[in-house]
């Protein structure tokens, strides 16, 4: 394991078993990142849900991944239209705001790869996707899923990204 101490979910694909090589060995390309990515939604779709956002200049899927508790990627949509609601103080007022607020789960935005040349960033995207969805037994990690919704836009810019 790469995180000191971390002990990892075997019901939650590694590296290895979907791209047959291990973190770090190798700089994965677009078409990795989305096989991995798919294996993990399809291994745990209560708790990883994948969008996508765009196309790239080239043709390929900008996808992000939500990744969150149970109960959060179930009322994900609700999270997403009540925090839009905070955007515009003339339809929400500070009363409504503040109620809203009290309920919502953090929003985090994690965005890897905005240069092409950021050879690392998918790779270290894909690894915290992991390490979310697979630590055992970590407080950390328990506390995160149950308090915020992780977003994880692992390749802004597959375009410039200059592996096969």
Known sequence: AIWPGAKYDPAIPTFEQVLGYDVGERISNHRAMMRYFAALQKAAPERIKLQQYA??????????????????IANLDSVI???QALADPRKTDKAEANKIVASLPALVW??????GNEISTTD?????????????DDPLVDQVLANTVVFVDPLQNPDGLSVS
């Open 55 to 72: 196309m790239s200049w080239e043709g390929r899927e900008l996808i992000y991944a939500a990744v969150a508790s149970e109960q959060n």
């Open 81 to 83: 239209a009540k925090n």
């Open 110 to 115: 994690l965005q890897y790869a905005v240069h």
């Open 124 to 136: 270290a995207a894909m690894y915290t996707a992991y390490h979310l969805l697979a630590a055992m």
